[in-house]
C-alpha cells in the first residue's frame, strides 16, 4: 500500500494524469502525503490554467422549488401546500431578469426541483395557468426571457429525457446536473437518497453521456460529506472522467461541501472538515483531465479562500449580485471586492467568465447556431468587465 501511494504521489507530481489505482490510492491521503498531493494539484491548476481564477456572474432563478425528491440534506424543496412553495411567475422572472441586466451579470441559472409535474396535480394546474404544457416548455420561455436581456441561461433541472435536453440546448449555453456520488449505498434506507429516486447514480450517469452525444457543454460535480467514503469520492470522479474522454463534454465539475441546516434530516450530521475538501479537490484537479474546470463555492467555505486556492481550484461558480443563493440561503455569496483582494493575497487574478467555457464556443456543435449571436455579444461584455476590473484594480 505504502509503495503504492509513493508510486502514485509520484506520478501525481510529474502531471501525468492519475490512473484509476493511482487515484484510488490517494484517495485518503493525509500528512505529508496530503501535502504533496496538495501541491501537484495546484502545480497542475498552475500549469493548465495559469494566474486567473473566475467566477460567473449570475442571475438564480429558483424556477420551482417543488420536487418529488427528498435529500437529507436539502433546505430547498416543498411540496404543494407547503410554506415557502414557490414557482415563479413570468413577472417575477422578468423583474428578477432586469436586475440582473443592469447590475451586469452575464448568467441566468435556472434551478428547480426534479420532475414535479410527474409528483403534483396543483404543479401541473400551474403551469396550465402559465399556458405551458410541461415544465421544459416553461424554462424554454424563461430562457427566451433571458436572451432577450443579453443573459445566457444555463439550466439545472434535475433528470432530463434526450428530446428535454435537445429541446433546451435550443435556448441555453451549457446545461448541469450534478452527479453528487456514484454511490448506491447511499440510495439505501437510512442513507441521504433513499427517498430520491432520481439519484440514483446510473441514471445520473446515463444523462450525463447523453449529453455528451448531444454536444452539450456539461457543468457537474460531487457533494462531499453526506455519508459517502473517500473513496467513493474518486470512484464519482473517475466516473465523470471516463464519460467525459468518450464525449469531451465536461467544462466544470463542482466540489461543493455538505453545510447542515437546522432544517433537514440531517441537521445534526457533523460537516466535512476542511481536510477532507481540499483533498477532495486535489483529486478532482488531478483525475480530471486539464481542460476540466475544478470550482468550489466560496460560500461554503467562508474564511477559507487560500485554501481552496492552494488545493487546486481555478474557479469559484456563479456569484450573483441582484440574488441570494437559493439552495444555500443561509450561506451569502461573497462581496466581490473582498474575494478579489482574498485572491490576490495569494497571487492570482479574478476575472469574470461566462457559463459556457471559452473552449466550446467555437467548435462545431457545442452551440446552437440559434445562440451565436447571443454567446458572442456575451462573451465581449465579459472581455470588457475583465479590462474594467483590471483597470480599478
Ligand atoms: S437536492 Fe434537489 S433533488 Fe434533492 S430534494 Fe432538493 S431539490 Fe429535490
Known amino acids: 500500500m505504502e509503495s503504492t501511494l509513493a508510486c502514485a504521489l509520484e506520478r501525481a507530481a510529474s502531471g501525468e494524469a492519475l490512473a484509476d489505482a493511482d487515484a484510488i490510492a490517494l484517495a485518503d491521503a493525509h500528512g505529508a502525503d496530503l501535502g504533496a498531493l496538495i501541491r501537484s494539484a ?13 467566477f460567473s456572474p449570475k442571475v438564480f432563478l429558483p424556477v420551482t422549488n417543488l420536487c418529488r425528491n427528498r435529500c437529507d440534506y436539502c433546505s430547498f424543496r416543498r ?36 420532475k414535479p409535474e410527474v409528483a403534483f396535480s396543483a404543479y401541473r394546474e400551474t403551469l396550465a395557468g402559465l399556458g405551458q404544457a410541461t415544465t421544459v416548455d416553461y424554462l424554454v420561455e424563461v430562457a427566451r426571457m433571458a436572451i432577450d436581456r443579453g443573459i445566457l441561461p444555463h439550466t ?30 447511499l440510495c439505501e434506507p437510512g442513507m441521504p437518497h433513499h427517498r430520491a429516486p432520481d439519484k440514483r447514480p446510473e441514471k445520473r450517469l446515463a444523462m450525463i453521456a447523453e449529453a455528451g ?9 460531487i457533494l462531499v460529506g453526506i455519508g459517502e467514503t473517500p473513496r ?36 445534526d450530521a457533523p460537516e466535512p472538515g476542511e481536510i477532507d475538501l481540499v483533498r477532495t479537490i486535489a483529486l478532482a484537479r488531478l483525475v480530471l483531465d486539464s481542460p476540466v474546470s475544478v470550482q468550489a ?24 449580485p441582484v440574488t441570494p443563493d437559493y439552495i444555500n440561503p443561509s450561506h451569502p455569496w461573497p462581496h466581490l471586492g ?32 440559434r445562440l451565436g449571436g447571443a454567446v458572442r455579444a456575451a462573451s465581449a461584455r465579459s472581455t470588457w468587465r475583465a479590462l474594467e476590473a483590471r483597470e480599478n484594480a
Request: charged share 25%; aromatic share 6%; glycine share 10%.
Open 42 to 54: 495546484a502545480a497542475q491548476r498552475d500549469f493548465r490554467w495559469g494566474r486567473r481564477l473566475t
Open 79 to 114: 411540496s404543494p401546500g407547503d410554506a415557502g412553495e414557490w414557482t415563479m411567475t413570468p413577472d417575477e422572472v422578468a423583474a428578477a431578469l432586469d436586475g440582473a441586466r443592469d447590475a451586469g451579470c452575464l448568467e441566468a441559472l435556472l434551478c428547480l426541483g426534479d
Open 156 to 185: 439545472n433541472a434535475g433528470l432530463l429525457t434526450s428530446d428535454e435536453m435537445a429541446h433546451l440546448k435550443e435556448v441555453n449555453a451549457s446545461l448541469g446536473l450534478m452527479l453528487e456520488s456514484a454511490s448506491a449505498r
Open 213 to 221: 452525444r448531444l454536444r452539450i457543454p456539461f457543468t457537474t460535480g
Open 232 to 267: 467513493e469520492r474518486v470512484e464519482a470522479l473517475l466516473a465523470i472522467r471516463a464519460i467525459h474522454r468518450e464525449h469531451h463534454h465536461v467544462q466544470e465539475v463542482i466540489v461543493q461541501n455538505f453545510r447542515a441546516r437546522p432544517e433537514v434530516v440531517m441537521a
Open 297 to 320: 463555492p466560496p460560500n461554503l467555505s467562508p474564511g477559507a479562500t487560500a485554501a481552496l486556492i492552494g488545493a487546486g481550484i481555478n474557479d469559484f461558480g456563479g456569484i450573483s
Open 338 to 369: 473582498a474575494l478579489r483582494e482574498a485572491v490576490r493575497a495569494e497571487g492570482y487574478d479574478l476575472g469574470p467568465r461566462l457559463c459556457i467555457y471559452d473552449r466550446f464556443t467555437d467548435v462545431e456543435g457545442f452551440v446552437d447556431p
